[in-house]
C-alpha cells in the first residue's frame, strides 16, 4: 500500500473562467515515514500553498494529527 503527498507546483495551467487553475502533483510513497519525511520538506521549502498527505486508506491527515506526525510543537 502506499501513502500519498499532493501539491501545487506554483506554477499557473489552464484558465477556468476568469482563475487560474494550478496543476497538482501527486508523488506517492511506500511508508508513512517517506511520506511525512517528504511533506515536512515540501513545508519547509515554502514553495508550496497547499500540501495534502493521504494515509494507506486514503483518508487525509490534516489539522493536529498530521503536525505532531511531522514532528511540529506549540511553542
Do not use: K, P
Not at 506554483?10 to 515515514?33: F, K, M, Q, W
Not at 517528504?38 to 490534516?62: F, M, Q, T
Request: aromatic residues 6%; negative net charge.
Amino acid at each position: 500500500m502506499t501513502y500519498r503527498i499532493s501539491y501545487s507546483d506554483g506554477s499557473a495551467g489552464a484558465l477556468i473562467g476568469e482563475s487560474e487553475a494550478e496543476t497538482r502533483l501527486i508523488e506517492e510513497y511506500r511508508t508513512e515515514a517517506e511520506a511525512l519525511r517528504r511533506a515536512r520538506e515540501l513545508l519547509e521549502a515554502g514553495e508550496h500553498d497547499a500540501i495534502s498527505v493521504r494515509d494507506r486508506s486514503g483518508n487525509v491527515l490534516y489539522g493536529v494529527c498530521l503536525q505532531l506526525r511531522l514532528g511540529f510543537l506549540a511553542e
